[in-house]
């Protein structure tokens, strides 16, 4: 039997990932990343990247996960990608300002005033994009008269590689404007905003299963890839998540340790939460994935000291304050919070006494700090209705340190079972179109 490959991307906040998935053997054959970064600025609450970068990214990852293979085995691809970032492009589709991702918080008062004009709270949060457009009209007017298409970052990839302008469901859940039981957009929801948004929004995919097109001819000579090859919807990173991890019944449950913390769980309906705390989306599969979203997870366990994560891991273990940290807490709103909807908030470390201030015992309180921060959302979603597995699903890149695993099973009293690859996004993308 010949030989066939699946390309998955993961178009993340810190880097990007490519994975090599065989469709003959139902096995992981290669993968590749790249690190890039948030633009930096002085800017409270601004978080924004280059388009471009997703682009370079892209280039560069496949053709490292590609090397020493048979690149005319390539048969399909699909792409994850960070959601809610606003991407939006000009006459000729040229991109008009660098994107706003999802931590950026700059739409805060923007968000207050849609979730009062909506009568509900989904859009408190500013991570939706429905929020960032209205700050850039309100704030860039001359940029958002220019604009004539809107795109999330995995919409804009697909655009680049094969012509089309399209959303897919679950993407589609974290821009504001989706009718999520409906499954349709919410026009009123863009009337509230500009009319003109019924036109700048795309056509959302009819299927999950039904391919956008294929790579473009150009495209594929920069990639190296041969003619026709498929490209699949994908979706946003916790739904290409859900799908890399397994989590295939109802209640299956996830959570990601990343840049961000979410925990998400399959769902044969929407759960609506008019307080905001739970983002009712689509999975990748035509059922749905009720989230919840911290702004604050890994990125607390680098404010610690200059140390490896290796050697902190081991001071932490080896530290006498053990579970609880001798009661040191760390709020770890470094950039603000989105769960709970504090914008403006700022970290704190309490409980300190003399002699606290030790590297173990302070990168154990940012794990529990984070971790907390996730079950203090997961009580609420099942107070809405969820009914979660036994079983947690742990996937990010958290989820390769040992202490971490255990503070998670302890706090949510849960078992923790770790999927044999821990790029679940990028793996779920693969398998969209291998399996």
Not at 78 to 86: N, R
Request: glycine fraction near 12%.
């Amino acid at each position: 039997m010949s030989e066939s490959y699946a390309l998955g991307v993961d178009v993340g906040t810190q880097g990007l990932k490519v994975v090599v998935y065989s469709i003959s053997t139902h096995e992981l054959v290669k993968k590749a990343g790249v690190a890039y970064d948030i633009t930096k600025t002085t800017i409270p609450g601004r978080a924004e990247q280059d388009p471009q970068v997703w682009i370079s990214g892209t280039v560069t990852a496949i053709a490292e996960a590609l090397n020493g293979l048979d690149r005319s085995c390539v048969k399909a691809l699909a792409v994850s990608g960070q959601q809610h970032g606003l991407v939006v492009l000009g006459e000729g589709d040229k991109v008009l300002r660098p994107a706003k991702l999802w931590c950026d918080t700059e739409s805060a008062a923007e968000a207050e005033e849609l979730s009062a004009k909506f009568g509900w709270k989904l859009v408190r949060v500013p991570s939706f994009t429905i929020t960032k457009l209205l700050w850039l009209q309100r704030h860039e007017p001359d940029t958002y008269a220019a604009v004539r298409s809107v795109l999330l970052p995995h919409d804009y990839v697909n655009w680049w590689l094969t012509g089309r302008k399209i959303m897919e469901l679950g993407d589609a859940s974290g821009t504001g404007v989706l009718d999520v039981e409906g499954r349709r957009w919410d026009t009123a929801a863009m009337d509230a905003v500009d009319t003109r948004l019924r036109e700048l929004f795309p056509p959302l995919v009819d299927s999950p299963d039904q391919a956008i097109g294929t790579v473009r001819p150009e495209v594929a000579a920069q990639l190296g890839l041969p003619p026709g090859v498929l490209v699949a919807p994908g979706s946003g990173d916790n739904a290409m998540s859900a799908l890399g991890a397994g989590a295939a019944t109802d209640g299956a449950t996830v959570i990601s340790l990343g840049t961000s913390g979410t925990i998400f769980a399959k769902s044969p309906t929407a759960i609506l939460d008019p307080t905001g705390v739970i983002c009712p989306f689509c999975d990748a599969t035509g059922n749905y994935l009720p989230l919840l979203c911290t702004l604050n997870c890994t990125r607390v366990l680098e404010e610690a000291f200059g140390l490896d994560h290796e050697t902190l891991t081991e001071l932490a273990e080896a530290d006498a304050s053990g579970p609880g940290c001798g009661g040191v807490t760390w709020l770890p709103y470094l950039i603000g919070e989105r769960t709970p909807c504090w914008p403006h908030a700022s970290g704190a470390l309490l409980g300190l006494r003399p002699g606290c201030l030790r590297p173990g015992l302070l990168y154990r309180a940012a794990m529990e700090g984070a971790t907390l921060s996730l079950l203090a959302g997961f009580r609420s979603m099942v107070a809405a209705g969820l009914r979660p597995g036994a079983q947690l699903r742990l996937v990010g890149g958290g989820a390769k340190n040992r202490l971490w695993w255990q503070i998670v099973a302890d706090a949510f009293g849960m078992e923790v079972v770790l999927p044999a690859e821990p790029d679940s996004a990028a793996l779920g993308a693969a398998l969209q179109v291998g399996s």
